[in-house]
């Protein structure tokens, strides 16, 4: 069973760096994308970037786009987020997630099996 546990959610203020870690167990071999995503209170579950198993692909909504990077570590089995110029609009619930099998890039949700418990981010102005 593949398991994601995020970290490194807090309060920051606007203008700070923050960066959320997913460390995936349960599989080895192949690496596989991962995804991460977010979620305010009352508002749907939002897409903020994807990398792909070798990590030579990224993908960002315009959201985000210049001020989120995503790298990994697959020796470490690790996904990093890192958050740049936050804002309050950044506030949410972030998710690391990934797929079942091997695929592309996506930023649909549903292309996403495993999802980890989330980390709250929370941006005053």
């Known amino acids: 069973q593949v398991q994601l546990v995020e970290s490194g959610g807090g309060l920051v203020q606007a203008g700070d760096s923050l960066r959320l870690s997913c460390a995936a167990s349960g599989r080895t071999g192949s690496y596989y994308a991962m995804g991460w995503f977010r979620q305010a209170p009352g508002k749907e579950r939002e897409f903020v970037g994807a990398i792909s198993g070798s990590g030579s692909t990224t993908l960002f909504p315009d959201s985000v786009k210049g001020r989120f990077t995503i790298s990994r570590d697959n020796a470490k089995n690790t996904v990093y987020l890192q958050m740049n110029s936050l804002e309050p609009e950044d506030t949410a619930v972030y998710y690391c997630?990934?797929?079942?099998?091997?695929?592309?890039?996506?930023?649909?949700?549903?292309?996403?099996?495993?999802w980890g418990q989330g980390t709250q981010v929370t941006v005053s102005s």
């Open positions: 997630a990934t797929r079942q099998f091997l695929g592309s890039v996506t930023g649909r949700a549903d292309d996403y099996d495993y």
